[in-house]
């Protein structure tokens, strides 16, 4: 069946750096537009970022944050810089079949369990 992995979580001063990564299994993982969303306590789940074959940010990571992907690999990153107190969620990856990009999480097929990014101010 297919399995999203996330890892790369964890506790950062503001202005620091964290990289996500999302293992794939059970998929042909290059036909898949990759994303990530988030989800911070009381609030909806977001979209972040996602790759096909282009990327889109959503505007308030831009030129802060890269999405990249190994095909060869089957896994999707998530590298965040600048960090502020405010990208603090739970970080999710998810496949969505196909080379479009959508920004609605309802949109993808197949989710990993999340990673839990803070961020201290």
């Known amino acids: 069946q297919v399995q999203l992995v996330e890892s790369g979580g964890g506790l950062v001063q503001a202005g620091g750096s964290l990289r996500l990564s999302c293992a794939a299994s059970g998929l042909t993982f290059s036909r898949y537009a990759m994303g990530w969303f988030r989800q911070a306590p009381g609030k909806e789940r977001e979209f972040v970022a996602a790759?096909?074959?282009?990327?889109y940010y959503t505007d308030s990571v831009k030129g802060r944050f890269t999405i990249s992907r190994d095909n060869a690999k089957n896994t999707v990153y998530l590298q965040m810089n600048s960090l502020k107190p405010e990208d603090t969620a739970v970080y999710y990856c998810a496949a969505d079949f196909g080379f479009a990009i959508h920004h609605k999480a309802d949109e993808y097929d197949f989710w990993g369990q999340g990673t839990q990014v803070t961020v201290s101010s």
């Open positions: 790759i096909a074959l282009s990327t």
